[in-house]
Every structure is written in structure tokens, then in C-alpha cells.
């Protein structure tokens, strides 16, 4: 039966690009990988938004290794059969969503904290008063390497103002956005491991999440050549700077490879949005305390409420 079921996608599929290759319509794929991460970087949960835009009807064969599919464009439920997503879509765009059988990413995020100098785990953290340092350390996943190659990281985390003062980020740019400080952190393609580092003093202390944009940014190479020549001069490196720059940013500007599923071949676009839990704000629980005429009220009530039942 599995045999039948597995014969019956593989034709399905075939059909499907048949009909795909038989038409004019130019079927671009656009894939969002979500990925959410604890507070201390394990990942929790990762789904992949495949978006799907075309100028008429298309026929589409979609491959992905899913536990679960969602159609995200309509209420129709989803044709997923031996790893294989089968569908007519509409001009225009269509979604679905699936969730990947493996919750591997192509970094790995570790993060930790230490306050008064000393390591803490980050669910002590609600409420801490003192010294805060944290270490954000992202390395490239070497068994999802290929889909590393060519992206930008962007990492951005806030801090209360009310709650952070002397704030520190040696490697990050600190902006203002009222009473909140924005940090920012880059890790540019090709950078295996990096850690960043932020310290502040902190009192009643909550943080909102990390953020962590991937994309493959669209360079002006002809701007930074410029720059770097008039730069250098009559520096005899000036004739050498233009080829440099042209083999840099250059090789970053290959085609993004499908994270859904490497038979899906070469895509538009592969973005990814990685979320790192924060730390809650402390939660005051107000104690009231019962007075003899409370308690005896309450007792009289469900005094009376236990005769209904003949208690």
C-alpha cells in the first residue's frame, strides 16, 4: 500500500511539472524560515512560510520533509504525500506553512549570563539587581553550512532604559529610541564564530527577545569600489582594490539554496527570522490577609452551599 501511495506521488509530481514546464507563467519561490530559540539558545521550534508568486495558474511540485502543513492562502487543506506538497495555485500568491520534521538551523546561538560575575541561569534573572554581562555566541551549523554561506546576520536585542543604565557593546552600535536603547550586532558572511558582549547595571531586570534577521544583502559593488580608489589614491594597491572588492561581495551573491528541501534546487530568495526567548518581567503576587469577619462569611457560604447538596 505504502508502495501504491509512493508511486502515485512520484506521478503526481511528474505531472505537475509537466504541466509547469508546458506554460509560460514564471513561478517565483520565496522561503521564510521562523526559528524560535530558549533564552539560554536551544531551539524550540522552527516552520518554514514557502511563498509561491506567479502572473497566472500554476501547477507547483513542492518538496519539504514536514510533520505538518497549513494552507496559509485559503481553507482547502494541503496535498502532502511522500514528502511531496502537490497544488494548483491561483495567479497571484499563495502560502503554506510547514513545520520541518528536524529543528536544526544552519547557526547555532548560545547565550549566557552572568550577574556580579557570577554565571546565572537566565529564569533567575526577572527582577535581578547588579552587574549584568551577557555573551552572545553565534557559529555556523557544519552540517547546514551550504545554507549559511552568503547571509548577513543582523542581531538586535532592547534594553529598558529605566532598568539598564551604563550600558556597554563593544561591538555593537548602541542607538536611542526614547528611554529604550536598541543593540546591534552584524556577522557578515563567511564568519564561522563570533560572540558579542553587553553589560550594564540593571535593577528589577526584564528583557525583550533577541532578534535575528538573516538575509543575503544586495550589494552596490560599484559604490565600495569607488571608495576604496579614492581612498587609496596613487597607492599602487589602488588598481588591486577594485579586484578584491569584485571577488568579495561578488562571491556573496550566489543563488540562496532551498532550507526546505535541496531538490527543491535554487529559489528567489531564502530569509530567515530567528526569535531568542527574553527574560520575563518579575511578577508581584499581592498577599491579602483575611480578617475573622472574612473567614466567617466564607464559612457561612459554603456552609450553605454543601446544604444544597445535603453535606
Not at 224 to 240: F, M, N, R, T, V
Request: aromatic share 8%; net charge negative.
Amino acid at each position: 500500500m505504502k508502495f501504491v501511495k509512493r508511486l502515485a506521488a512520484v506521478l503526481m509530481c511528474g505531472i505537475l511539472l509537466f504541466a509547469l514546464s508546458g506554460t509560460s507563467a514564471e513561478v517565483s519561490k520565496r522561503e521564510i524560515v521562523y526559528a524560535v530559540l530558549t533564552s539560554s539558545g536551544d531551539v524550540s521550534g522552527v516552520y518554514i512560510v514557502n511563498d509561491f508568486e506567479s502572473p497566472e495558474p500554476a501547477g507547483i511540485a513542492d518538496f519539504g520533509q514536514y510533520s505538518a502543513v497549513t494552507n496559509l492562502s485559503g481553507l482547502d487543506a494541503v496535498d502532502y504525500e511522500e514528502g511531496i506538497i502537490a497544488f494548483e495555485m491561483p495567479a497571484g500568491r499563495w502560502q503554506y506553512q510547514g513545520s520541518p520534521k528536524s529543528l536544526k538551523i544552519p547557526w547555532d546561538v548560545h547565550v549566557t549570563y552572568a550577574l556580579d560575575g557570577e554565571p546565572v541561569a537566565p529564569e533567575d534573572l526577572s527582577g535581578a539587581d547588579g552587574v549584568l554581562e551577557m555573551a552572545v555566541k553565534v557559529s555556523v551549523n557544519p552540517e547546514l553550512r551550504r545554507h549559511a554561506e552568503g547571509v548577513t546576520l543582523q542581531l538586535t536585542l532592547t534594553l529598558d532604559g529605566m532598568k539598564a543604565l551604563d550600558i556597554k557593546a563593544p561591538d555593537g552600535t548602541i542607538a536611542a529610541a526614547g528611554v529604550n536603547r536598541t543593540l546591534a550586532f552584524i556577522v557578515m558572511p563567511g564568519i564561522e564564530d563570533k560572540t558579542f558582549s553587553v553589560s550594564a547595571r540593571v535593577r528589577d531586570f526584564s528583557m525583550a527577545g533577541i532578534q535575528i534577521a538573516g538575509v543575503r544583502m544586495v550589494t552596490d559593488t560599484a559604490m565600495y569600489k569607488e571608495i576604496a580608489e579614492k581612498s587609496l589614491g596613487d597607492s599602487p594597491l589602488k588598481g588591486a582594490a577594485g579586484g578584491f572588492i569584485d571577488s568579495f561581495l561578488g562571491g556573496q551573491q550566489s543563488a540562496p539554496l532551498s532550507f526546505a528541501d535541496e531538490r527543491n534546487g535554487e529559489i528567489a530568495a531564502v530569509q530567515y527570522v530567528i526569535m531568542v526567548d527574553g527574560i520575563a518581567p518579575r511578577v508581584i503576587v499581592a498577599e491579602t490577609q483575611q480578617t475573622p469577619e472574612t473567614a466567617a462569611l466564607e464559612q457561612t457560604v459554603w456552609t450553605r452551599l454543601l446544604s444544597l447538596f445535603g453535606k
